[in-house]
């Protein structure tokens, strides 16, 4: 009877849950591909390709748990959104959203959705940004960063689309967007991985390190 009691009281296995959320249209899905080494998600060149939060098991662990990279819809109009989630009332900010802007703007209702669901389920937030923009020009990353402080999650940041530049101009660029997300605190790391150009196996040698889905 005492085995059996303490089977029941031995944890569940718990999925490790990270999420790909970013602006729209800067790969998201193609780094989904690169880490996952197959074919999911849609890619094309126009904004809101992804509209559903969709899940992916990267690794399997003996427990029965996984660590799992989510596709998420596209950060659209990163300030109004930030404006939406810095709402005073609960009840203001659930009006706006599930009755003005799930009607007339879908993009920011997604937005807004994604936050939430952010909040509720992730575990790490892995950010995408383009190497082909200067910081200076990427005005929507610090409402979207905002957006994920918000949500309260470790955020790690990709550096991604630098194998379209000369090797000189990725370095520059890499050391630009880093010198710029450090005022962030939200963001715990900033690495530098183009899911364009890397083979797949590259890609979750880096990402992986020494995770593990039982930790």
Not at 44 to 52: G, I, L, S
Not at 126 to 134: A, C, K, N, T
Not at 179 to 190: F, I, M, N, R
């Amino acid at each position: 009877m005492n085995e059996l009691l303490a089977l029941d009281q031995v944890a569940p296995a718990k999925d490790i849950n990270v999420f790909v959320a970013a602006h729209t249209n800067v790969g998201k899905t193609a780094l989904l591909r690169t880490l996952l080494g197959r074919d999911v998600g849609a890619i094309e060149d126009r904004p809101d390709v992804t509209t559903a939060t969709t899940s992916y098991e990267l690794v399997a662990g003996t427990d029965g748990s996984a660590l799992l990279l989510w596709d998420t819809p596209g950060f659209g109009d990163s300030f109004r959104l930030a404006r939406r989630l810095g709402l005073r009332y609960k009840w203001q900010a659930w009006l706006m959203r599930e009755v003005l802007d799930r009607r007339r703007n879908p993009p920011l209702w997604r937005g807004q959705r994604l936050a939430l669901d952010l909040r509720a389920r992730a575990d790490v937030v892995l950010y995408p940004v383009s190497l082909l923009e200067r910081p200076i020009d990427a005005i929507y990353v610090a409402p979207e960063l905002e957006v994920l402080g918000w949500a309260g999650k470790p955020v790690l940041v990709i550096l991604n689309q630098g194998g379209q530049l000369s090797n000189g101009d990725a370095a520059a660029r890499v050391a630009e967007w880093r010198s710029a997300l450090a005022t962030h605190p939200v963001v715990q790391s900033v690495f530098d991985l183009d899911a364009f150009t890397r083979c797949w196996l590259q890609g979750v040698d880096a990402f992986r390190g020494n995770w593990s889905p039982a930790a």
